[in-house]
């Protein structure tokens, strides 16, 4: 008799995946990353696009980085961001395929 338990994930990657999920579901967090998107931007880049405050914009790239959702650099006094890999960049783009209706018409109805 097969083990069913080997077609699923270790407990500790579905905590892991649920926590960076969570840390995505934030509205500001998803902006955050929205405006990123393919980009290393800098935290007054970030705070510029998004038009809230840069203490406020830093906290949430802090645990966004801290899920690994994200990754940074230095540069002299800036920090630039970016998001991690390209299979996160798939998947935010998935999300907001699936998630987010660019058009002006109900979804549910055809035109």
Known sequence: ME???TDQAPE???T???EALKAMGHP???KILCT????????GEIVEKIGTSQSNVSQHLDQLRNKNIVKSRRDANRI????RNEELLTLI???????CHTNLGDPYTSE
């Open 3 to 5: 083990d069913s338990r």
């Open 80 to 83: 630039y961001y970016c998001v």
């Open 16 to 18: 892991l995946t649920a």
């Open 12 to 14: 500790e990657d579905i």
């Open 28 to 30: 500001l967090r998803w």
């Open 36 to 43: 990123l998107g393919n980009k290393e931007m800098s935290v």
């Open 93 to 99: 783009g998935t999300m907001r395929g699936v998630l």
